[in-house]
């Protein structure tokens, strides 16, 4: 059974930094996704980053220049560097992977709280 456990959410200042992790266990075959999505309150849930097993990067526009994911292959882990956050950066984080065969697995959200 595939399990993501995620960590590093909080509360932080605006202008603050946080770096979220998600470990992932359970899974067969070798991960080919691995992305953060995030959703605020009464917001869809949408797209931060991803990266591909060959660290192919995309990010949204919103957080190009801030935020910056990367992985470790032999940990089946990923990370998200937050910098210079902002109040509208406040959501639930989740992490996201799915391997080669099209797997999909999420995690359950670590909160992110951009306040003063």
């Known amino acids: 059974q595939v399990q993501l456990v995620e960590s590093g959410g909080g509360l932080v200042q605006p202008g603050g930094s946080l770096r979220l992790s998600c470990a992932a266990s359970?899974?067969?075959?070798?991960?080919?996704?691995m992305a953060w999505h995030r959703q605020a309150p009464g917001q869809e849930r949408e797209l931060v980053a991803r990266?591909?097993?060959?660290?192919?990067?995309n990010y949204a526009d919103s957080v190009k220049g801030r935020f910056t994911i990367s992985r470790d292959n032999a940990k089946n882990t990923v990370y998200l560097q937050m910098n210079s956050l902002k109040p509208e950066d406040t959501a639930v984080y989740y992490c996201?992977?799915?391997?080669?065969?099209?797997?999909?697995?999420w995690g359950k959200g670590t909160l992110v709280t951009v306040s003063s």
């Open positions: 990266i591909t097993y060959y660290d192919s990067t």
């Open positions: 996201y992977v799915r391997n080669f065969a099209g797997t999909a697995s």
């Open positions: 359970g899974i067969i075959g070798s991960i080919y996704t």
